[in-house]
């Protein structure tokens, strides 16, 4: 089992960034504890604030690995390329946010992601990866 965690735009600044709707907590030191959770997942982690790379990402690993999830950030309301990359690979994808897009500004209810995703997890904090996560060992 190998999968991939890829985060988009801005969430690198998480821990600093709007901490009353993301929380206080970094992603390196949430990730740190989700791979001492989960060694059997083989866990790894790509960040970028840029959607080429995203989709380079994307291509790089969707047709080897066992499973990406991904928090595309704002791109996820924006970004048809990203939505291409996804349908165009073979591995599944989950999609996740941390927090409840659909009870947040009307922009953020539409995902261009979804429906060539498996699933969507969102709102659950940072527990949304783990959901994910233990998704993909339990099918
Ligand atoms: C987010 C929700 C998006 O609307 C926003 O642009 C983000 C984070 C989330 O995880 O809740 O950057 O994907």
Same mark, same amino acid.
């Given at each position: ?8 735009? $801005? *969430? ?11 929380? /206080?907590?970094?992603? @390196?030191?949430? !990730? ?9 997942? $083989? *866990? ?11 989709? /380079?990402?994307?291509? @790089?690993?969707? !047709? ?76």
């Amino acid at each position: 089992m190998a999968l991939l965690i890829i985060n988009g735009p $801005n *969430l690198n600044l998480l821990g600093k960034r709007e901490k009353n709707i993301y929380g /206080d907590q970094s992603f @390196e030191d949430y !990730f740190s504890e989700l791979k001492k959770n989960y060694p059997q997942a $083989n *866990l790894s982690y790509f960040q970028s604030n840029s959607e080429s790379e995203i989709i /380079d990402k994307i291509h @790089e690993v969707g !047709f080897d690995i066992n499973g990406i999830i991904i928090n595309a950030g704002a791109f996820t309301h924006t970004s048809v390329a990203i939505r291409d990359a996804i349908a165009g690979i073979t591995s599944p994808v989950v999609e996740v946010h941390i927090s409840n897009v659909h009870a947040r500004e009307e922009f953020r209810h539409t995902s261009y992601l979804s429906a060539v995703c498996k699933g969507v997890i969102a709102g659950f904090g940072l527990d949304s990866y783990r959901l994910a996560v233990e998704h993909f060992l339990n099918n």
